[in-house]
Nanobody, 122 residues
Framework: DVQLQASGGGLVQAGGSLTLSCAAS????????IGWFRQAPGKEREGVSC????????YYADSAKGRFTISSDNAKNTVYLQMNSLEPEDTAVYYC???????????????WGKGTQVTVSS
């Protein structure tokens, strides 16, 4: 019974900040990459940021570098995505996912949670 629960989305003005949380249950995360993905209407789902649970190595998409920070809390089995300087282009449904392949792409993920909506107004 693998579950990933994303939360923390909302409506924010351009330049504002949000923190997303992904709580995992039903499996151990030692060997997994945990990632944040987003999908805007009419667009493909894309990787935003991923982190290796084992060693903490992080990946950021070019659009996220310098603005977003991914982190993990082992005690809570939770991964966070701190998003600063948000832009209207960041508007999307954000999903958290877990996979055993070291790829920050949807194809590298085995488990998906339900998304949380992030809307950035201009």
């Amino acid at each position: 019974d693998v579950q990933l629960q994303a939360s923390g989305g909302g409506l924010v003005q351009a330049g504002g900040s949000l923190t997303l949380s992904c709580a995992a249950s039903g499996f151990t995360l030692d060997a997994y990459v945990i990632g944040w993905f987003r999908q805007a209407p009419g667009k493909e789902r894309e990787g935003v940021s991923c982190i290796s649970w084992l060693d903490g190595v992080a990946y950021y998409a070019d659009s996220a570098k310098g603005r977003f920070t991914i982190s993990s809390d082992n005690a809570k089995n939770t991964v966070y995505l701190q998003m600063n300087s948000l832009e209207p282009e960041d508007t999307a449904v954000y999903y958290c996912a877990a996979g055993l392949e070291r790829l920050c792409t949807p194809y590298g993920m085995d488990y998906w949670g339900k998304g949380t909506q992030v809307t950035v107004s201009s």
